[in-house]
């Protein structure tokens, strides 16, 4: 399995953006998905997740101004992030889990100025 995230970039705060994350293979609408991001001097922390069902939960800092999806079709998970403060600037990680195994994209950088 092969993760391609995209659509980092530059924002001011108050702004939006949308991070896509393309999956190879054929496990992709049988996995759990993840968006994890990882600050300057930060640990890896858990952003948002979705169940192959599904079902999402968040971390308590970005409910109610980030939104994980998914595309079966498309194998691909998006990460809608509105209202952007300078304290989301991390490099974001998607991240697939399937039967115990797990996969790491490249990280794409998201940067919110003030």
């Known amino acids: 399995v092969q993760l391609q995230a995209s659509g980092g970039g530059l924002v001011q705060a108050g702004g939006s953006l949308r991070l896509s994350c393309a999956a190879s293979g054929r496990t992709f609408s049988r ?21 192959d069902g599904d079902n999402s939960n968040y971390a308590d800092s970005v409910k109610g101004r980030f939104t994980i ?43 919110v100025s003030s």
């Open 31 to 51: 996995s759990a998905m993840g968006w994890y991001r990882q600050a300057p001097g930060k640990q890896r922390e858990l952003v948002a997740r979705i169940t």
């Open 69 to 111: 999806s998914r595309d079966n079709a498309k194998n691909t998970v998006y990460l809608q992030m509105n209202s952007l403060k300078p304290e989301d600037t991390a490099v974001y990680y998607c991240n697939l889990k399937f039967l115990g195994f797990e996969y790491w994209g490249q990280g794409t950088l998201v940067t």
